[in-house]
């Protein structure tokens, strides 16, 4: 064979040379282009990584400077204008691009846009990066086992170019978070977080630089109250602001002059700045000698730690709980602001202070919240013993997946505390019982009106604190956490975050105006409390007024109280149950049937003051200042009058014996009294012509066979002029004749609803399901009660007659045995 090559072969050869060399260059060519310029289009939506969706967290991630999103692995800083929409960027942006041909020296510099309209450009020239993927450094290298998450540089707006190898721009990482999610470390991108957001169970917790944190704490330590000098101090004022308190001194002004958020503010004379400028400006003020400003309080940096570096998660930023567990009859029913305060919660770890006035409905939150949490469970619910029996009805009414025996009430020292799923007791019962059971353990825990903490040497206090410390949800309930001085909440925000202010003595520096004397630190004033409501809102309180969800609410609210008649004396417990053993006997007549009804109705009367005092005292005790109480009997309201004067809590009383000249002055009396003051009424005496809209809470302390009268008794409270809506508390004993008077009066005023003559919120069944007896013995004797009372309303007068004979008989016994 020869070795020789034709002329022709020659050709041939030479030219699929230079045409595969052709081939390479345009290959080559191609591939530099599609690198240079930002490729592909982000038509779809990019897949979520592929580990189980059911929850996850988002944590965006920050630059080790502290103060922008982390792209490409590398830490970039904001321009002066910060992260903000700007067309104008984002098209100088890709022509800088354009005019660079090499990928790897663009990365340092360019502008990167993210989702079309946002911006983040490096100040200064970053090193080229070394790491083969793409320079990410030790970002990368942590994400071994986790998914990556990668996202086209931009989206859609250069579809025309070939879309191969689209540069990766946002690199994030999937990480195992806390118990049952996981998180995604991810820089910015307006794609990514539409997805996200459309993800249930999100949450968005901002990134936290802890090295900038570390520094801005140190700021805290090193201050010490100084002894001479020139003294300030800084006060946050909004949740992105602070004012620096001092005189006036020229370097400290020129000082302020540098920092770029100074604000002036001509009335007050005080200068404000951001709180990005916070740490420069402390640093400036601490090479000051003559001058010594008082840092924010630790507390304060640890709680808006994300403003101080701008990646700052705003409020409104709280992401919707993923509440699919739930029973749908508890979350269909829950009003919009309900349904944010199980969101705030949810995005407080289940820990919070929800401090909603009087009647928004923080049971039906409560139980929604430590619902989300039924994992956790067993739970224990702290009330006032005044109310133990309301929240276990409560817990039936809006969870009904829980089986009846799975609530326990306990309600002596010997009970079990854990034997329910749903656990309640009393404060007062719970520290008797305290070293009983300072073994028992809950994960999930709620204090109903938590203001019953405010003092810690309290036996009560010191009962719940074990149990606060111990558990993982801790859920507090108070319209009213602090009563009259900022000392009062120390307790509840050590039970929600305990490390906010480990020590009393901080919190009362700054915020109880502390002040030493012979005797020692009195810590009785306040300081600082916008400062303090600040903190409060931003870590652990959510509180709603009446009127900022007016909107929302019915105009009158009707709440069953459940209340207990079990700690009467042997003497009215017989006296009672003889009296339902003989309701239930059958009768030879009506008016027979009638007495028997009678004297059930009364010695009821007689078993519930106990209760009803309890309940009152409660309300006192909560700051309620003004409220009605309406009670039938006279040994109800002079028991209710002879308890108050023991207190020593001003009243008004109106009865039949009340002189019509005088009514009118009481009701001015209590009108126009800017201090606590209750009105006893009676049922049948005051519920007309009276007007006593000062007041927003009715409590009805006996019941009465005749909603009418009910009904025109709420008037009093809800009537032109009433600017908020009105609660009205329906006292109702279990074991007693309003086991049979409620459903009877329930039934009615639903009559009386629906032609329009109530604006009754009891129509719901469920509400009062648990007093529609099953027990046929009961049911005979609610209708006998519905015969009676409802037939002929002309025997009424005959029959107020007959209890107030009995009354006068019985009065008499009962001094005697009292
Ligand atoms: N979403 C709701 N749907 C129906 N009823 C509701 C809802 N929210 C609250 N209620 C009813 O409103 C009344 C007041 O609610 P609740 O007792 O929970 O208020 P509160 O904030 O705890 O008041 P307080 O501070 O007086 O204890 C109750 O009868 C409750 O059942």
């Known amino acids: 064979m020869s070795n020789q090559l034709t002329a022709e072969q020659t050709r041939k050869i030479e030219e699929n040379r230079r045409k595969a060399l052709e081939r390479r260059a345009q290959r080559l060519g191609q591939i530099a282009s599609s690198n240079n310029q930002t490729s592909g289009s982000f038509s779809s939506t990019p ?16 630059s080790n400077s502290g103060s922008a999103p982390k792209l490409l692995g590398l830490p970039f800083k904001q321009d002066s204008a910060g992260l903000k929409p700007n067309a104008s960027q984002s098209n100088s942006s890709r022509e800088t691009k354009k005019t660079n041909p090499f990928p790897q020296a663009d990365r340092g510099a360019p502008a990167l846009s993210s989702g079309g309209n946002l911006v983040v450009k490096p100040r200064t020239p970053v090193p080229p990066c070394t790491n083969s993927v793409g320079g990410a450094g030790s970002f990368y290298k942590q994400a071994n086992k986790c998914p990556v998450v990668q996202l086209p540089s931009s989206s859609s707006n250069f579809s025309a170019v070939p879309a191969k190898k689209p540069a990766i721009s946002v690199r994030g990482k999937c990480l195992p978070h806390t118990e049952g999610r996981f998180r995604v470390e991810v820089g910015y991108h307006a794609e990514l977080i539409a997805v996200f957001k459309s993800i249930p169970s999100k949450n968005y917790a901002p990134a936290r630089d802890a090295a900038a944190l570390t520094a801005l704490l140190k700021l805290c330590n090193g201050w010490q109250k100084p002894g001479a000098g020139l003294q300030g101090q800084c006060v946050l004022v909004s949740p992105t602001k602070f004012e620096v308190d001092v005189s006036y001194n020229a370097d400290v002004i020129a000082a302020f002059k540098l920092m770029p958020t100074k604000n002036y503010d001509l009335k007050t004379r005080k200068w404000s700045f951001s709180l990005e400028d916070y740490r420069r400006l402390m640093d400036l003020l601490s090479k000051i000698a003559a001058v010594e400003v008082e840092p924010l309080p630790r507390a304060i940096v640890q709680a808006f730690s994300a403003r101080f570096d701008g990646t700052e998660a705003r409020s409104s930023d709280i992401p919707e709980a993923d509440l699919s567990s739930i029973d749908p009859t508890l979350t269909c029913s829950l009003m919009p602001f309900q349904r944010e305060g199980v969101n705030f919660a949810v995005s407080k770890q289940g820990r919070l202070l929800l401090a909603d006035d009087m009647g928004l409905g923080k049971t ?49 020292a010997k009970d079990s505390l854990q034997s329910g799923l749903v656990n309640i007791i009393s404060y007062d019962l719970l520290s008797r019982i305290e070293k009983q059971h300072s073994g028992s353990r809950f994960s999930v825990l709620i204090m109903d009106e938590s203001h019953f903490l405010k003092n810690m040497k309290t036996a009560r206090c010191k009962a719940a604190l074990p149990l606060l410390k111990a558990a993982k949800r801790v859920i507090l309930l108070s319209g009213t956490p602090a009563m009259s001085r900022p000392s009062e909440l120390y307790t509840q925000i050590l039970a929600v975050r305990p490390l906010l202010f480990p020590r009393f003595h901080e919190f009362g520096l700054r915020y109880c105006d502390a002040k030493q004397s012979t005797w020692g630190w009195d810590y009785s004033g306040s300081s600082n409390l916008g400062e303090l409501k600040l903190l409060l809102e931003e870590s652990l309180m959510l509180r709603r007024l009446k009127s900022d969800v007016l ?91 002879a308890e108050l004067e023991k207190k020593n809590a001003s009243y008004i009383r109106i009865d039949g014996s009340t002189p019509s000249a005088e009514r009118q002055q009481l009701c001015e009396k209590f009108q126009f009294s800017t201090n606590s003051c209750v009105a006893v009424l009676s049922i049948t005496a005051a519920n007309m012509g009276l007007t006593l809209h000062s007041a927003d809470l009715v409590i009805f302390a006996e019941l009465f066979w005749n909603p009418g009268v009910l009904i025109q008794a709420e008037d009093r409270v809800h009537r032109i002029g009433q600017t908020n809506n009105v609660n009205v508390h329906y006292l109702v004993a279990k074991g007693s004749a309003d086991d049979h008077l409620w459903p009877l009066i329930q039934e009615k005023m639903n009559v009386l609803e629906q032609v329009g003559l109530s604006e009754s919120n009891l129509s719901d069944n469920a509400v009062n399901a648990s007093f529609h007896s099953k027990d046929p013995t009961q049911r005979r004797i609610t209708e006998m009660f519905q015969r009676s009372f409802t037939e002929d309303d002309g025997d009424e007068a005959v029959l107020l007659e007959a209890a107030s004979s009995w009354e006068e008989a019985e009065n008499h016994s009962v001094k005697t045995t009292a």
């Open 364 to 412: 039906v939150q409560a139980i929604c919240i430590a619902a989300y949490y039924r994992s956790e469970w067993p739970l224990l619910v702290v009330a006032p013993s005044s109310v133990r029996f309301t929240w276990a009805e409560a817990f039936r009414r809006w969870l009904p997946s829980l089986s009846d025996d799975s609530i326990n009430v306990v309600v002596k």
């Open 47 to 62: 897949e979520p990584p592929k580990a189980n969706l059911n929850t996850c967290t988002l944590i965006r991630v920050t």
């Open 551 to 641: 909107a929302q609410l019915p105009a009158k609210q009707r709440k069953v109280v459940t209340v207990t008649t079990d700690s009467i004396n042997s003497r009215i417990k017989a006296a009672l149950s003889a009296a339902a053993k003989q309701l239930s006997k059958g009768h030879r007549n009506k008016k027979e049937e009638k007495e028997a009804l009678l004297v059930f109705y009364n010695h009821t009367a007689e078993a519930k003051l106990q209760a009803i005092m309890e309940y009152i005292t409660d309300m006192l005790e909560g700051g309620r200042e003004k409220f009605l109480v309406f009670a039938h009997h006279k040994l109800v309201l002079d028991h209710i009058t």
